[in-house]
């Protein structure tokens, strides 16, 4: 059973820094592509970022380019996203996926919202305010 956990979230004041964790199990890591999503109370899911099998690869959407980066550790079957100079804007809650059906980020990774990733997590929330 594949089970993908989230953590790291909180409230943090405008220009701070989060660093999100995710962890996934009953799948074989370090085969899949990993991508970071978030939902804004009233809006539809977007992909924020994913990384290939090996981490070297990166995309991001443009909104947090300069600002985030994905990151994976192979050996603890997590990946990372480290969030910089924080915006209201980027208040929502995050979740991770994983797309066990490829090892790389398409160029369709963030296509209606991850529907390239089969397996998610629960979220967590992210609070961007003073």
């Known amino acids: 059973q594949v089970q993908v956990v989230e953590s790291g979230g909180g409230l943090v004041q405008p220009g701070g820094s989060l660093r999100l964790s995710c962890t996934a199990s009953?799948?074989?890591?370090?085969?899949?592509?990993m991508g970071w999503f978030r939902q804004a109370p009233g809006k539809e899911r977007e992909g924020v970022s994913c990384?290939?099998?090996?981490?070297?690869?990166?995309r991001y959407t443009d909104s947090v380019k300069g600002r985030f980066t994905i990151s994976r550790d192979n050996a603890k079957n997590t990946v990372y996203l480290q969030m910089n100079n924080l915006k209201p804007e980027d208040t929502a809650m995050y979740y991770c996926?994983?797309?066990?059906?490829?090892?790389?980020?398409?160029?369709?990774?963030?296509?209606?919202?991850?529907?390239?990733?089969?397996?998610w997590g629960q979220g967590t929330q992210v609070t961007v305010s003073s």
């Open positions: 996926a994983a797309d066990i059906s490829s090892g790389f980020c398409s160029n369709s990774w963030s296509y209606a919202g991850g529907s390239e990733f089969e397996h």
């Open positions: 009953g799948l074989t890591f370090d085969a899949n592509a």
């Open positions: 990384v290939s099998w090996n981490g070297q690869f990166e």
